[in-house]
């Protein structure tokens, strides 16, 4: 039984890291937020198995966030910055998104929960979490004259993340 749930943990561990980055924007308070979520998940967690156990392990990394109160990082220094080329313009942009849409956003797009499995892990409505992806659609492309090629963010299954906030972690 343990060593099915440590497999598991073990897969999920780069997903729940980028979750975490998606949610601090730093890569020291993502690790420690990854590192103490674990333990929680190791103890309740258990007889969870497959896409429960991964909803139940989002579901943590994102309630010892709230709990352990890091301010949400949103800089107003990116806006003096020069604008990026390519992918970075993904980057700052979705670095410039509120929490919550970046949550939203990382959730459906890059993990590919459905709306409702984001609405639970969020503990919020399914309609909350499908505005605020509607949100982010609209304020990433709205200052660029072409569409933003949002597959960019869509994870390869066999190789895992691909550009998406999991490449910066």
């Keep these: 039984m343990c060593c099915g749930l440590k497999r598991a943990l073990l897969t999920l561990l780069p997903s ?20 103490s ?6 103890s309740k967690h258990q007889g969870e198995r497959g896409h429960a156990l991964k909803i139940a392990a989002f579901s943590v990394v994102r309630h010892q966030f709230l709990r352990q109160g890091i301010v949400d990082p949103i800089s107003p220094t990116l806006g003096g910055q020069r604008v990026p080329e390519g992918e970075d313009v993904f980057r700052t942009r979705f670095m410039r998104l509120p929490r919550t849409a970046r949550e939203a956003l990382s959730l459906t797009e890059v993990w590919g929960f459905t709306m409702g499995q ?3 892990i969020c503990g919020c ?16 492309t709205s200052q660029i004259s072409r569409p933003f090629p949002f597959d960019l963010i869509k994870i390869n299954r066999s190789r895992g993340p691909g550009v998406s906030c999991a490449a910066w972690v």
């Design 16 to 35: 729940l890291r980028a979750y975490a980055f998606c949610l601090t924007l730093d890569r020291w308070h993502a690790d420690a937020l990854v590192h």
């Design 37 to 42: 979520s674990l333990v929680e998940i190791w």
């Design 118 to 120: 984001a609405a639970e």
């Design 125 to 140: 409505d399914q309609e909350t979490i499908g505005r605020r992806v509607t949100m982010v659609y609209r304020d990433l």
